[in-house]
């Protein structure tokens, strides 16, 4: 493993080419750091390109920059040319090859050297190059700490400011979770200072809603949000039917798994939506009950100790019945969480 400050003289030498790439499904802070980077390069005098595996929510439209960013899914072509051609290649937000679906093999294959930059917990051994600390909050806040690295926070402005604000406020739940350090609030003063508009960054993620995503919302509460009071535990199932019903559109259920952990006493959440080829589950808990243990252990998935995701070949119906059956053996650890 090589040092990321062995990374200095490219970043400060000569125009190169850098292939920019980040997780299924791109929330926040995968989109805000991969952008965040990409502005960043882009001033140093490089040329960058973003390939994510596939579509992202429309409230991150909105990013500077996001115009540029090329799609795996629907445009494989331009994707694997633009890696091809690339000199260095960038992983954002991930720690698992496999977290970028096909295109983790050609990542994998590639001859360029690797920067993996990350704050998911135990990461896989595939870059030449790791800025990974688990205590982040988000990637983006690792994204300002390699411009400081590199002595380059001189070169901070709104539209790379706007990124990495994105990715840390969406990562933090709005300054909320327990990963938000003083730090964190420091290096958002820091990027205030450089121009970013934060109501404008908040009303484009938060006041962004179509009209059928909010009764989407509303019929989820009132009818498929399933409450056990006794394990501390709520959780919401989706299906193929009602994804259709409601014209659900990427990034309309995000955020829906909150809303269960929201009921006061409630230490331990789950969303599972058929997704036809598989159902996918987001898990999120409060205090110390691992989310993230819970997902590995039942669902091949993974993440952090309270947000977590996980998926499932079965039905949605088999698929709920064996969470349940797996909280008969975990709800013990959610209630004695002392925590909270
Ligand atoms: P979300 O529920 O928002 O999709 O994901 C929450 C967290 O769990 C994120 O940090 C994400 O990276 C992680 N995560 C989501 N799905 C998976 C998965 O299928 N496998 C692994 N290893 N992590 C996941
Ligand atoms: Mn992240």
Request: net charge negative; glycine share 6%; with cysteine.
């Amino acid at each position: 493993m090589n040092n990321i400050l062995d990374l200095k003289p490219v970043l400060h030498g000569p125009s190169k080419k850098f292939f920019i790439t980040t997780h299924h499904k791109p929330d926040g802070d995968a989109m805000g750091s991969s952008l965040g980077l990409y502005h960043y390069l882009k001033k140093l005098g490089h040329q960058p390109t973003v390939v994510t595996p596939n579509d992202y929510g429309s409230f991150l439209f909105f990013l500077p920059g996001e115009k540029s960013v090329i799609q795996y899914e629907s445009d494989p072509q331009q994707a694997f040319s633009a890696l091809k051609d690339c000199d260095y290649i960038f992983c954002l937000d991930f720690n698992r090859l496999s977290r970028i679906n096909e295109l983790g093999d050609a990542v994998r294959a590639a001859q360029q050297p690797k920067i993996m930059i990350d704050h998911h917990l135990e990461p896989e051994d595939f870059a030449q190059f790791q800025l990974h600390d688990s205590k982040a909050a988000a990637t983006a806040e690792l994204i300002f700490q390699l411009m400081v690295l590199m002595g380059d926070l001189h070169l901070m402005d709104a539209e790379i400011g706007t990124c990495l604000y994105t990715g840390i406020m969406t990562d933090t739940g709005s300054f909320r979770f327990a990963s938000t350090s003083a730090e964190i609030h420091r290096t958002i003063a820091f990027l205030k200072e450089s121009g970013v508009d934060h109501v404008k960054i908040h009303e484009a993620i938060n006041d962004s809603w179509s009209f059928r995503r909010l009764q989407f919302m509303g019929y989820v509460l009132a009818n498929k949000l399933q409450y056990l009071p006794e394990k501390k535990t709520a959780y919401i199932t989706i299906t193929a039917q009602e994804l259709l019903d409601y014209d659900v559109q990427t990034g309309d259920t995000e955020g829906l798994v909150n809303y269960a952990l929201s009921i006061e006493g409630v230490k331990f959440a789950a969303l599972m939506v058929d997704r036809t080829v598989m159902v996918k589950i987001s898990f999120r808990s409060k205090g110390t009950v691992p989310a993230n243990e819970f997902s590995a252990m039942h669902f091949k998935g993974g993440g952090h100790l309270n947000a977590a995701g996980g998926q499932s070949s079965e039905s949605l119906e088999v698929t709920e019945r064996r969470f349940l059956e797996a909280l008969e053996n975990f709800y013990p650890q959610i209630i004695r969480d002392e925590k909270h």
